[in-house]
């Protein structure tokens, strides 16, 4: 047995009880029973991803299944990796204390691109080899997922192979395989195994690809190389969100994660259509849970986690076709249990703002609108469809309903913008605390204006959009900032952009990327989403090293009919749809929301073979 | 009523933090749906406490919590609902019931006995001797919320007497340590004292510290258990 964390590590280090599990509702089986363990990674902090519905399901999920054993494992922190590295301690799973070489799969969800230093780390410390081809039949298979999987080219040299789309049902599939290949007694290694499980629909093995770039460094093709392997493909969706499974008893930590509650999903997909956002493209269509399967697995979760709030979560919940009754009923059947109901996020409409009220979940310290941009010419850019009028009647409602401050969320640098756009945030801001005045009278509300920097990603309408470089994103934070100062009582808060301008290389980014991370990697780079970790000089010399233009990935307009160096994974969507999404864009046009409409084309329901489930139309089974 | 209730914090989750240990307790009160009272108000709480603050790192088989009912519930029932809604690492040991009114635990207990393993062999009987025998040991405890940043204190009035024994490869502590109305020491500080003044190397920060009991001390000065005679006993 190689070394473990000894009491003298444990105690010298910031909350050592993210390195030692144990907590409620982990599981761990009995080792006659195992035939299988994955390892579900993910790559940051245990307080972040404890966090993560995703992981809460599959390995409910994976758990069920018989023989499987799933576990988890979080990035350590700086302190205690010294300390791991300086001792030669492998990194291991909480349940059995595996290290990462001893497990059969881990597998590494991807949802941030600054978080894929991480992965290298991890897998570094967890004793397996970081290259896949360096890996040999004694290392585990490497796997990934999650909504970055869209574009897993940048870490092609990395993994074995990546599940494309939702995991529940194809992650069953794979164990199978992966049995019944164990059982034999893995005959041909790890390479037969991939030639097995590539047939599986929804899996992507990046070394039967072969990658051909042209003379200007764009794709000019990727193409199979192996047998069984298809030319593109395309993302796993589960068909009914009501017969699929949720977890009703997920772990509940000892100490407070980052969502510390219940997280219940009320539906999957958003076809609102926002032209910057890749979750409302990459998981189409909308489908939706009854209520009654909502309210049942809502008591389950109360009972089994002793939590006292349950967050209603979808990429945005308020659309969701049942929610007044359904928050009713929850905060009728909960009030005795202490048990509150809270939304993540609200839509800007006096609906919304009367349900804030009703459940309370949002103090009166403020609430929260996502306007996205300050002028009505850039909500019709992005396709937001939101009026300055709109926002207008939510704010009133909330002043109304007592709340004397709100919060909003912008972002700069989208297409099209010019700095009379930019300044409109602050012009917005004015009027909201005009509203203010017109309701109560009184002035001195309080705006806290937060503007991000737009990064451009795969799958949307503005993948052919160059983002802005630095200098020019940061004349437009200046300008905004000095014209904000003049407000009285609004305040901006906004980011450094460097680490948007590695994101945005990661987004779009094709396999010669590896080298960058695996250089940066090797400089240091780590936790690149925390300010105290991310160092911009370094990923420069990575890049410099690697023989690569970060402005090449990031701030270069694509054209027309540039090959994408993730066509060959696919949501779904057309790129006809998208393209033409980008130049409605241009044209300032508007697309509407197809989930209560007609179908505006995006391609995904025929070419998958699904379709949107919402209780409010003529799927009629339930009237809200 | 007021359930009281022996519990444990084993060796598998000893570095969750005295705060995550009180969280992880509330909830378990939660999943056992005992009919325990709240706090009024907008943000009711779980009226519940534990007898005293264990550190970090510190194992134990002696913690307790006391809890108060808003309807009376057979002890042993809710004894094995709570212990069943713990996580692996705290067991329900014994349970007790007595009246909402009646004294906390926490201003009960007058001692708690530990053991403290260490890896390491040499002979320090003299130095065991020494301390047993001396009349007073000064140290100064760090106190961060104090300006000095320190609390001169006398480890002979809380830990008259230690045992010391050593199998070769480890060293073994045991000794009572004294719990006032103003305070106590933690087990921790008794090595560094005996490093500071017998001029020792013990691996301080190896320290496996253990706390095996805690008790009251009757007039007499007897050692009587936390938990009234007729106390139900899991497991
Ligand atoms: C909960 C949440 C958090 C939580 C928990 C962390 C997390 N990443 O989940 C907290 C609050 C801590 C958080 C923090 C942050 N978040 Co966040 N978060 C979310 C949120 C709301 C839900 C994620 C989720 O659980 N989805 C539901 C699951 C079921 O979907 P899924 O991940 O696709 O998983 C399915 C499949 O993809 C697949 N799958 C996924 N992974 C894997 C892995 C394997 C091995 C397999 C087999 C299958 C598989 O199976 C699952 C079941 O079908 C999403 C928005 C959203 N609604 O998606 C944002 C989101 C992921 N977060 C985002 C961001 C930006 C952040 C922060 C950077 C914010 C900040 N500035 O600090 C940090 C980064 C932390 C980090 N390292 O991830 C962005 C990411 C955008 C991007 N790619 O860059 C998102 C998409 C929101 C957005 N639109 O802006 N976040
Ligand atoms: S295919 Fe049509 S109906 Fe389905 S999600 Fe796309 S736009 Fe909506």
């Known amino acids: 047995m190689e070394k473990e964390l000894t009491i003298d590590i444990l105690s010298s280090v910031q909350k050592p009880a993210r390195y030692t599990g144990g907590e409620f509702a982990s599981i761990i089986k009995p080792q006659a029973e195992v035939e299988a363990t994955i390892c579900l990674a993910f790559p940051d902090v245990y307080e972040v991803g404890m966090s ?4 809460k399901i599959l390995y409910h999920l994976l758990n069920k299944e018989q023989g499987v054993q799933a576990e988890r494992v979080y990035a350590p922190w700086i302190d205690m990796e010294a300390k791991m590295r300086e001792r030669h301690i492998p990194l291991r799973t909480l349940e059995t204390k595996k290290t990462l070489k001893e497990c059969d799969i881990v597998g590494f969800t991807l949802q941030y691109e600054l978080s894929y230093t991480n992965i290298l780390n991890m897998l570094d410390l967890g004793g397996v080899p970081v290259l896949a081809a360096d890996r040999t039949d004694e290392d585990p298979l490497v796997i990934v997922g999650g909504p970055c999987v869209y574009n897993p080219e940048p870490l092609a040299d990395f993994f074995d192979f990546a599940i494309i789309g939702e995991g529940e049902e194809v992650m069953v599939e794979v164990m ?21 499980v590539v047939k599986i629909s929804g899996i992507y093995v990046p070394s039967f690809y072969k990658v051909e770039y042209n003379e200007n460094n764009t794709i000019k093709a990727v193409q199979p190389v192996a047998e069984n392997v298809p030319p593109v493909v395309y993302k796993r969706v589960v068909g009914d969100m009501n017969s699929v499974d949720f977890p009703t008893s997920p772990i509940v930590p000892f100490g407070e994660i980052v969502h510390d509650r219940i997280m219940l999903e009320v539906f ?11 979750a409302g493209m990459v998981y189409r269509p909308v489908r939706e849970r009854k209520p009654e399967v909502l309210k049942d697995l809502a008591r389950q979760l109360v009972d089994n986690t002793g939590y006292n709030e349950i967050s209603l979560v979808s990429l945005s919940s308020a659309d969701y076709s049942c929610l007044a009754p359904m928050v009713h009923d929850m905060i009728d059947e909960f009030k005795d249990d202490r048990v509150s109901v809270s939304l993540p996020s609200l839509r800007i409409d006096s609906f919304c703002v009367a349900i804030a009220k009703e459940i309370q979940a949002v103090r009166k310290s403020g609430l929260t609108f996502a306007p996205e941009a300050g002028s009505q010419k850039m909500r019709d850019v992005i396709n937001k469809g939101v009026t300055e009028e709109d926002l207008m009647n939510a704010v009133g409602a909330a002043f109304e309903s007592g709340w004397n401050s709100v919060k909003l969320y912008f972002m700069i640098g989208l297409p099209f913008e010019n700095d009379g756009d930019v300044l409109a945030i602050a012009d917005l801001a004015r009027k909201v605390q005009y509203k203010y005045y017109q309701v109560t009278g009184k002035r001195g509300c309080k705006v806290t204006c937060s503007a991000s920097f737009f990064v451009p990603k795969p799958y949307t309408a503005f993948q052919w959009f160059a983002q802005d470089d630095l200098e ?27 680490t948007g301008i590695i994101e945005a290389v990661f987004a779009r980014g094709d396999r010669k990327l590896g080298k960058a991370l695996l250089l940066a990697w090797q400089k240091g780079a780590r936790f690149d989403g925390w300010s105290d970790c991310f160092d911009y000089e370094r990923w420069l010399e990575a890049f410099a090293e690697a023989g690569l233009d970060k402005d090449f990935y990031a701030a270069r307009q694509r054209g027309e009919n540039e090959v994408f160096p993730w066509e060959h994974i696919s949501p779904g969507v057309s790129r006809k749809f998208l393209w033409n999404e980008w130049q409605k864009a241009y044209a300032q046009q508007l697309t509407h929301d197809c989930r209560r409409s007609t179908c505006t084309g995006c391609g995904v329901c025929q070419k998958l073979g699904v379709k949107i489930i919402d209780y409010k139309n003529a799927h009629g089974e339930v009237e809200a | 009523m007021k359930l009281r209730m022996q519990i444990t914090k084993d060796p598998e989750i000893r570095f969750i933090s005295h705060l995550e240990y009180a969280r992880t307790i509330s909830r378990a009160i939660r999943r056992a749906k005992l009919p325990a009272a709240y706090s009024e108000g907008f943000n009711p709480h779980l009226k519940f406490s534990l007898a005293s603050a264990l550190g970090v790192g510190v194992v134990s088989y002696t913690e307790f919590v006391e809890i108060e009912l808003a309807e009376p519930m057979e002890v042993e029932l809710a004894a094995k609902a709570l212990d069943k809604a713990l996580p692996r690492g705290i067991r329900v040991l014994a349970a007790d019931a007595v009246d909402t009114h009646h004294a906390a635990l926490m201003s009960q207990a007058a001692g708690a006995n530990y053991r403290v393993t260490l890896p390491y062999s040499r002979d320090i009987s003299e130095a065991v001797t020494a301390f047993n025998e001396a009349p007073q040991l000064l140290f100064k405890k760090a106190a961060p919320k104090t300006k000095a940043g320190f609390k001169e204190i006398d480890v002979k009035f809380y830990i008259p007497h230690i045992d010391v024994t050593c199998d070769g490869a480890a060293t073994v502590f045991a000794f009572d340590c004294k719990i006032t109305p103003t305070g106590s020491m933690k087990a921790v500080d008794l090595l560094n004292a005996l490093n500071e003044h017998y ?20 007039k007499k000065g007897n050692k009587v258990p936390m938990l009234n005679n007729d106390a139900v006993k899991l497991g």
């Open chain 1, 472 to 498: 020019n994103i940061r004349r437009k934070q200046f300008l905004l900032k000095d014209e904000i100062k003049t407000i009285k009582n609004v305040t901006l808060n906004y980011h450094d952009s460097k």
């Open chain 1, 268 to 278: 999957r997909g958003c076809s609102r259509g926002c032209r910057f956002c890749h």
């Open chain 2, 199 to 218: 001029q020792l190397d013990l691996p301080v920060e190896m320290a496996d510290i253990e706390r095996l009991n805690l008790y009251r001390l009757s």
């Open chain 1, 176 to 196: 199978t395989a992966y049995k019944k290949w164990k059982r034999a007694g893995k005959p041909g290694g790890r390479q037969a195994f991939l030639q097995e």
């Open chain 1, 52 to 55: 993560y519905l995703g992981f």
